[in-house]
């Protein structure tokens, strides 16, 4: 049986035929990545670099600075204390910004003041303006370091990329503490302390031109909301108390009054910023951001591993340079195989298992493996074996820390909101930050109280100058390791946070992390009505919970 068209009376000879209809976008097209991506990656991951780079050469050059400037020992302290403030106490604020002002240019202001700030360090003629600078480079580094990576959460959005880009991430912030212990003693005791800032000067330049040039971001990504002022006050003040009260008492002490305050009023100004955000209409923090189970765990266990490993590097640095005699070039050197440890596991091991089995059961052993490295440094003695005791002890502590922070990196934004990725890469920064300032204060005064403790109770025994050396000598150690063995317990605590609070499947099974919104497009594309420009990054639920 056939069909036959209609009569042609049916179409009326005066029907003028209407636009020509838009064509759908496919979903495939509309979601496409950047093909610009990797190289984006590049210069992102080049900052993060010169982050950690900073950070490492700093510490290094203090002395040395300290010196020049004639700054004393009371104040020498601002010279890291600044930084940390600033960075600290304004990561929330710069996490927002990037949402609303854009990652991209969010990150190159970032780059580009962080270039000056460190070309005006360099240049301290006094304190006040090596201070000056040091606030600076915090304040900007606050800018840069969301923006890092909340561009990555939204431009690598499939499960294999994702990997691959935070894996890549964590292996150049491991590059930039080595070579930042070997450029930093080579500047110092070859050069200038000057040049430990100036180093940062072509790093930051050169990643800045290569975003400017290559990094494109989702154009639905951002947040439009306006800017939660009191909540930015109140995060600022908050943090930078928590952070300098904590500091204090590492060098003072817990119960000198100064402390108390500041530790006091860090508490009283978190709980007015928690109850400002639950009324606030454009929160600068969203709670759901950190009430969510998966990223309330990523947040507590990375604060927790932070905390213990800061104190454990700290402790095998002084032990290396101070008992064992090693210059600070030697030192540098010797610790490259934690870097080396760390580089493997977050590109052999977390990049290439991130997609195959769930966040916590390579979380909570690579903590858990850490963990192990630690308690082998509790073995430290005077005159101990490098090869058979410390350089074993680094490559295991790397391996697992390496594993289990690409995993957490990412998690920390997967399944949020594109608009709230920002904020929410600020807050793992935030626990970085503040973690490791907490346990480096609270493990340095452990080993503080019982070297004085061993000190005391062995002073009968020294009875000439080398006994004494001897004696001092062996205190230190004993209180290292002693310090040590509690890092230890903090470690097994953030794989025990880890394997409980964190459930989500993750990527397992391979199933990708959607892009924003299959009706979104990105900024190198025609853009679709606003009412469709939110989406959510995917997250994959186990219903059994495990």
Request: with cysteine; glycine share 10%; proline share 6%.
């Amino acid at each position: 049986m056939s069909i036959t068209p209609g009569p042609p009376h049916h179409r009326p000879a005066h029907a003028v035929p209407g636009p020509t209809p838009r064509p759908a976008v496919p979903r495939s097209q509309a979601c496409a990545p950047d093909t610009k991506r990797w190289r984006a990656l590049v210069f992102i991951a080049t900052a993060q670099l010169m982050i950690v780079l900073d950070v490492t050469i700093v510490n290094i050059a203090l002395p040395s600075a300290q010196t020049d400037l004639g700054i004393s020992d009371s104040d020498r302290h601002w010279i890291i204390t600044a930084y940390a403030l600033a960075f600290g106490g304004l990561l929330l604020f710069g996490g927002r910004i990037a949402d609303l002002w854009g990652r991209k240019r969010t990150f190159i202001v970032g780059l580009l003041g962080f270039a000056a700030a460190s070309a005006l360090g360099g240049a301290a003629a006094n304190p006040a303006m090596l201070f000056g600078s040091r606030t600076l480079q915090g304040a900007f580094a606050a800018l840069l370091a969301p923006a890092a990576l909340s561009l990555l959460a939204v431009m690598f959005t499939e499960a294999t990329e994702r990997a691959k880009a935070f894996g890549t991430h964590g292996a150049m912030g491991s590059a930039g503490g080595a070579l930042g212990l070997i450029i930093g003693g080579v500047l110092t005791e070859y050069m200038d302390w000057r040049w430990s800032f100036f180093v940062n000067t072509p790093f930051a330049v050169l990643a800045a031109t290569g975003a400017y040039v290559v990094v494109r971001e989702p154009e639905g990504s951002r947040n439009r909301s306006p800017l939660d002022i009191p909540g930015v006050v109140l995060s600022t003040l908050a943090l930078a108390s928590l952070v300098y009260g904590v500091t204090r008492a590492g060098s003072h002490d817990w119960r000198e009054t100064v402390t108390i305050v500041f530790l006091a009023a860090a508490v009283v100004l978190l709980a007015g910023f928690v109850l400002m955000e639950q009324k606030a209409r454009a929160p600068l923090l969203p709670l759901t951001v950190v009430t969510e189970r998966n990223r309330g765990g990523v947040y507590a266990s990375v604060a927790l591993v932070m905390s213990g490993m800061f104190g454990m590097t700290l402790f095998l640095a002084y032990y290396l340079q101070i008992v064992e005699g090693y210059t600070p070039i030697t030192a540098g050197f010797a610790s490259l195989p934690m870097s080396a440890g760390s580089i493997m596991g977050s590109t052999q091991i977390g990049a290439r298992l991130m997609n195959r089995i769930r966040p916590r059961l390579l979380m909570a052993p690579g903590f858990l493996v850490a963990a192990a490295g630690g308690l082998m440094l509790t073995q430290l003695e005077v005159g101990s074996s490098y090869a058979r005791l410390v350089l074993p002890a680094q490559l295991l502590m790397g391996l697992g820390i390496g594993s289990a922070l690409t995993a957490a990196m990412s998690l920390a934004t997967h399944g949020v909101k594109p608009r709230d990725a920002g904020v929410a890469s600020a807050m793992v920064n935030t626990s970085q930050q503040v973690g490791g300032a907490i346990g480096t204060a609270v493990l340095n005064t452990i080993a503080a109280s019982t070297t004085t403790a061993y000190i005391a109770s062995q002073a009968g025994d020294a009875t000439g100058p080398a006994s004494a050396k001897a004696l001092q000598l062996e205190s230190m150690v004993h209180g290292y390791t002693t310090a040590i063995s509690w890092a230890v317990g903090i470690l097994a605590l953030s794989a025990l946070s880890a394997f409980t609070l964190i459930t989500t499947q993750g990527w397992a099974g391979n199933q990708p992390v959607a892009a924003p919104d299959e009706t979104q497009t990105h900024s190198w594309q025609e853009p679709l009505p606003p009412d469709t420009a939110h989406g959510m990054l995917a997250t994959t639920e186990d219903p059994r919970g495990l």
